[in-house]
């Protein structure tokens, strides 16, 4: 075994946490760059926490540390989107290894199966005023969620990793099925896309299920506030220290951009694809989806504390500042 840590520890993609957690980061072609899977050290091999996208670079990553001569007990997933997920099936077939993931995850997997995700966004984005949005290239996507998990977890259950007993707690806003881990003893937290060191998470509308995003993101960082933590493990980019001050700036960034929308819709009722515009891109083409799904989520939160109102006319939803 020390033989393999010393190769493993020699290989350019992996960093050492602690003696006993590993950190793998892989390439993703899209937005964030790279992406965190974690190797938690136990008796029967690792627990590998997320497995990257589904790509020729990435499985050559993991088969290189595989020659190292470390073995696999588990797959455990944060959530199911694809950078996340994406080896999940992958691993299930060429190596064996048993995969867990969440009960809503196992949801979320199953309706991606149908492949018609685009679609929802697409006629979501069209009745916030967006026309030009049209299907992104979705290749593998009902290809990689297509198996069955071998264990499925939930809220509030102690799931082992590597051989440490953590809590899966369930916090939700990035996505309906979003867990992080949490070591009681050492005070680490797994925390997946919920908490990210240099940028703001995206909370995103996947479905019909997810009917208050921004409200569910912001109660899942009061959740992660009730556990003294002091080193998260975050999906994308580095290690956090400071958890709480984290969560404190984003949550800031978010009340700054809640403030300038209903600033923008004050005098004037406005789709959310105008004040995406607005706000995001002055006036010029739209930025990208991430921006347009923002402003939904968020004039879909500003309603619920009664800051806005919506009214559909002719199948399209406006807001405006509420009196
Ligand atoms: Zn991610």
């Not at 989806?289 to 309603?303: G, K, N, V």
Request: hydrophobic content about 35%.
């Amino acid at each position: 075994m020390n033989k393999c840590l010393e190769n493993l520890n020699q290989l350019s993609m992996v960093t050492k946490i602690t003696e006993d957690i590993y950190l793998v980061s892989l390439p993703v072609p899209f937005g964030m760059v790279q992406v965190n899977c974690y190797l938690l050290r136990g008796e029967k091999g690792f627990t590998v926490v997320d497995t990257g996208m589904y790509s020729k670079e990435s499985m050559n990553i993991w088969d290189k540390i595989v020659e190292t001569g470390v073995t696999f007990e588990k797959i455990v997933l944060t959530h199911y989107h694809i950078d996340h997920l994406g080896l999940a099936r992958w691993f299930q077939e060429k190596y064996k290894v048993p995969v867990y993931i969440s009960k809503l995850g196992y949801r979320e997997m199953k309706k991606r199966q149908k492949d018609d995700y685009a679609d929802y966004v697409i006629s979501l984005f069209k009745q916030h005023g967006c026309l030009e949005y049209s299907k992104p290239e979705t290749k593998f996507d009902s290809y990689i969620y297509n198996f069955e998990p071998d264990g499925l977890f939930e809220d509030g259950e102690q799931i082992k990793l590597g051989d440490e007993i953590y809590e899966a707690l369930w916090t939700p806003g990035h996505s309906a099925d979003h867990f992080c881990f949490y070591h009681h003893g050492k005070q680490m937290m797994i925390v997946g896309d919920l908490i990210l060191n240099k940028i703001s998470p995206i909370v995103l509308i996947e479905s019909h299920h997810d009917v208050n995003p921004l409200k569910e993101y912001f109660a899942s960082f009061e959740r992660v506030k009730k556990h003294p933590v002091s080193i998260a493990l975050p999906g994308h980019g580095n290690i956090i220290e400071n958890v709480n001050k984290r969560m404190e700036e984003i949550r800031s960034g978010h009340h700054h951009r809640l403030e300038e929308m209903v600033h923008a819709v004050k005098d004037e009722k406005k789709t959310s694809f105008t004040v995406t515009q607005e706000i995001y891109a002055k006036g010029k083409a739209l930025k990208g989806p991430p921006q347009l799904m923002a402003t939904i989520t968020r004039f879909i939160y500003l309603e619920s504390i009664g800051k806005v109102k919506s009214e559909e006319i002719n199948g399209n939803i406006y807001y405006r500042a509420a009196e």
